[in-house]
């Protein structure tokens, strides 16, 4: 049996005498069910790690605790909304949590899913929506058509940077100096930072 990481015993003696209790049966139920369970420490907080990655982890603060699943969604179910923090919301007792079966039925099913490889998706991306090009700005492209054609070719990425790069002058010289500087790159076809662009 994997020994038990003294670092979680100093977590938990230092905790407040509410939370002590409920940290050491989470502890004690997550060894029970996954007996060849790993102990760490991340971001400050006791983890539990098995199968490659990261299964559980428990939390104690000055008034609650908090006890949740790395996978937490698909351990809990497409209703399992977290609750504050956890999978099981704000804890001050045992009472809070579930029962001992179904708690260890949900570590178990926890277990499962790394066993298998599952892993979470990504949160997807939002794209930041474009920036309005600012009036001088566009004047000065539509004095030459070559820097006018490469910022509509441009991706909304690129031409972001050449906007909010106008838009951060402080003083109207810096803003023309600039505009001038962006028509002439942008008339060669060049991206804002391209001098950081690796050929």
Request: charge should be positive; glycine fraction near 8%; hydrophobic fraction near 40%.
């Amino acid at each position: 049996m994997p020994a038990r990481d003294p670092r979680i015993d100093a977590y938990i003696d230092r905790a407040q005498p509410f939370a002590q209790p409920i940290l050491t049966h989470v502890r004690g139920l997550v060894h029970e069910t996954c007996p060849d369970v790993e102990e760490t420490i991340k971001w400050g907080m006791p983890t539990f790690v098995h199968a490659g990655g990261l299964l559980c982890g428990m939390a104690a603060f000055k008034q609650h605790a908090s006890f949740g699943f790395w996978k937490h969604g698909l351990v809990m179910g497409e209703d399992g909304e977290r609750n504050g923090m956890g999978s099981f919301g704000r804890l001050v007792s045992i009472e809070d949590l579930p029962p001992k079966r179904t708690l260890m039925a949900l570590i178990r099913k926890a277990v499962r899913l790394n066993e298998h490889g599952v892993r979470t998706a990504a949160a997807p991306r939002r794209a930041r929506p474009p920036l309005a090009v600012p009036a001088d700005l566009q004047q000065a492209l539509r004095a030459v058509p070559a820097a006018a054609r490469t910022f509509e070719a441009f991706s909304p990425s690129h031409r972001r940077e050449y906007v909010e790069w106008v838009l951060e002058a402080k003083r109207a010289e810096t803003r023309q100096r600039r505009i001038a500087q962006a028509v002439a790159w942008m008339t060669e076809g060049k991206p804002r930072n391209w001098k950081y662009v690796k050929g």
